[in-house]
C-alpha cells in the first residue's frame, strides 16, 4: 500500500467533499440524523468554505493510487501556542492501517511553536475517540453541542507538544 499524504490542491476539493461525506455517513449514520448531517456537511463543506479553510489553515490529504481517501485539517498555531485539530476523516475501508496517523504526523510536523493541539470528538465515535486518546490525547472535559437543531454530547481532546513522547 503506497499512501502519499501531501498539501491539499484546490483540484482536490470535489474529493475532500466526497471523502467527508462519506466519512460522516459511516460514523454518524446511528448517532446524528442524516438529514442534520446533510446540512452540517452542505455548510462546512461546501465551495466557498473549503476555499476559505484552504487560505487560513492547513489541510492534508491521503492519496492512494491517485485517489484521495482521506484528510486532515489544521487551523494555524495561536499567539498562546494552541493549535485546533479540526477533522481528521478517512473513508471507512481504509480506517486501522496507520493513514490517519500519517496525516497527524504531517500535520504536527509543520505546527510551527505549538504547545497543544486540541480537537472536538463526538462520544459516540468511538473510533475517533480511541484513536485520539491512542495517539496520546488526553480528555478535558465533556460538553453538548448543537448541531443545527440536533444536540452532540463531545469530549474536549488534547494533546501536549512540549514533550518528545507525545508525538507517538
Do not use: C
Not at 498562546?80 to 486501522?96: F, M, P, T, V
Not at 497527524?104 to 509543520?110: A, D, F, V, Y
Amino acid at each position: 500500500m503506497d499512501i502519499h499524504i501531501r498539501n491539499m490542491e484546490k483540484k482536490d476539493i470535489g474529493s475532500v467533499q466526497a471523502v467527508a461525506k462519506a466519512s460522516w455517513k459511516a460514523t454518524y449514520e446511528k448517532v446524528i440524523p442524516s438529514d442534520i448531517q446533510e446540512r452540517f456537511l452542505q455548510s462546512a463543506y461546501n465551495d466557498d468554505m473549503m476555499l476559505k479553510r484552504m487560505e487560513i489553515s492547513s489541510l492534508y490529504v491521503a492519496e492512494l493510487g491517485g485517489e484521495i481517501i482521506g484528510f486532515a485539517n489544521f487551523s494555524a498555531v495561536k499567539q498562546n501556542g494552541d493549535a485546533e485539530l479540526g477533522a481528521i476523516y478517512l473513508l471507512a475501508e481504509h480506517q486501522g492501517a496507520g493513514i490517519g496517523t500519517a496525516l497527524l504526523h504531517r500535520g504536527l510536523k509543520n505546527l510551527d511553536g505549538a504547545k497543544a493541539l486540541f480537537i472536538s470528538v463526538e462520544k459516540e465515535n468511538r473510533v475517533g475517540v480511541d484513536f485520539y486518546l491512542a495517539k496520546g490525547f488526553q480528555m478535558q472535559y465533556e460538553f453538548d453541542d448543537d448541531l443545527d437543531g440536533h444536540v452532540s454530547r463531545m469530549i474536549r481532546m488534547s494533546l501536549d507538544l512540549t514533550s518528545v513522547s507525545s508525538t507517538k
